[in-house]
């Protein structure tokens, strides 16, 4: 299902929007993994310090 930003900005904290909105738009750093190492994947750069005022959702 696609749903457009404003869509996602309803159920989503912001942070987890902009990541669908990478992930959809190959927007990712892809490092490939090599000699029995796994490789990774980075939707935000590792630079970029967490919101500390953004509140996790609740599921209850």
Do not use: H, W
């Not at 738009?25 to 090599?34: H, L, P, Q, R």
């Not at 590792?46 to 500390?52: M, Y």
């Amino acid at each position: 299902m696609r749903l457009t930003k404003d869509d996602l900005l309803k159920g989503l904290s912001p942070k987890a929007a902009e990541g669908v909105l990478r992930v959809r738009e190959g927007k990712v750093d892809i490092k490939a993994g090599f000699d029995g190492e796994y490789g990774t994947i980075s939707i935000f750069d590792a630079n970029q310090t967490p919101d500390k005022n953004e509140e996790q959702l609740k599921l209850f």
